[in-house]
């Protein structure tokens, strides 16, 4: 079985990954003690890790330390910067690095967003597996997980989670 | 237990209820003999109809009656028309549409759609539940269900239900 591209995300029932100004606020009405909707499961199938250079920074500006240092992680950026231990400033082609990455023997691949790597993934047809946490808010602005301008993609429901808040996760695989 | 103004549409995983032209073909991979999703039980609980004038038009576009003929029909517009029968062309204020409906006895009020309409009921906080059919495919492009520029609203879970051709069902109603 080869390494897949695993996208788990959240977003509200309108479909932002962020209010305006990266706000993530809305994210804490589904808090709940001991309830980590599976995340801690999920990180331990990964070992290599995609993200965007802004969600990135993101990360680190709130005095966060980037939560994959000790995975293979990729920061997807234009403009080059030097290594940081384990974490890489790629600037190059996504397919290639996906190619790479799948070319290697390891646990699977997690896109950590934010809406402009999901978007250049998607265009390539990059990404194996959604795993998406519906919020139950409508946001009515912000940063939408999906831009327009991407090719179809027909997807197989692997199950839908509905938790005690009022989350649903939902999780696809792609089926060509 | 007064009337509530439901919203019962479906979307693409990525948030488009249509391809661009109204292209509706991908709705076509959940169908399967035997199972309408609810609808008709839904369409039991209404008797009156709240839809867009582009959706209407496309639906008598296609060759079919209109659907909800015998029901108290709305459709709203911008440009004045004749009734036909119990459909009836509105141009008025949407709050005072549905402040009126819910000052009347009835069975629930359906919002069919399309986006306009829907946004323009959410600006001012009209829909009441949400039965949101999610289709098992990312279109890429088309009609986004939800656009940009409306309140934050709350929402609580209310079930959801998975079927075998991966469509999920969310049904959510407003907290405030």
Redesign the interface.
């Known amino acids: 079985m080869s390494r897949k591209v695993i996208l788990y995300i959240a977003t509200s029932?309108?479909?932002y990954i962020a209010k305006p100004n990266d706000d993530l606020s809305?994210l804490s009405?589904v808090e709940q003690e001991g309830e980590d909707y599976g995340y801690a499961d999920f990180v331990k199938m990964v070992d290599a890790v995609i993200v965007g250079r802004k969600t990135y920074e993101k990360v680190i500006s709130m005095g966060f330390d980037f939560p994959h240092a000790d995975k293979d992680a990729y920061i997807i950026t234009r403009t080059p910067k030097q290594n940081v231990g384990s974490v890489k400033f790629y600037t190059g082609n996504l397919k290639t690095l996906v190619d790479k990455l799948k070319s290697e023997n390891g646990k699977n691949i997690f896109c950590d967003g934010g809406a402009e790597i999901v978007h250049e993934l998607?265009k390539e047809n990059l990404i194996d597996e959604?795993i998406?946490s519906?919020i139950?808010?409508?946001?009515?602005?912000g940063t939408?997980?999906?831009k327009?301008?991407?090719?179809?993609?027909?997807?197989?429901?692997v199950?839908?989670k509905?938790f005690e808040k009022?989350?649903?996760q939902?999780h696809?695989k792609r089926t060509n």
Chains 1, 2 share one sequence.
Do not use: H
């Not at 139950?136 to 602005?141: Q, R």
């Open positions: 029932l309108d479909g809305f009405i998607l959604f998406i519906v139950p808010i409508l946001v009515g602005n939408k997980l999906f327009d301008g991407r090719p179809e993609l027909k997807l197989k429901l199950s839908t509905q009022g989350l649903t939902l696809y």
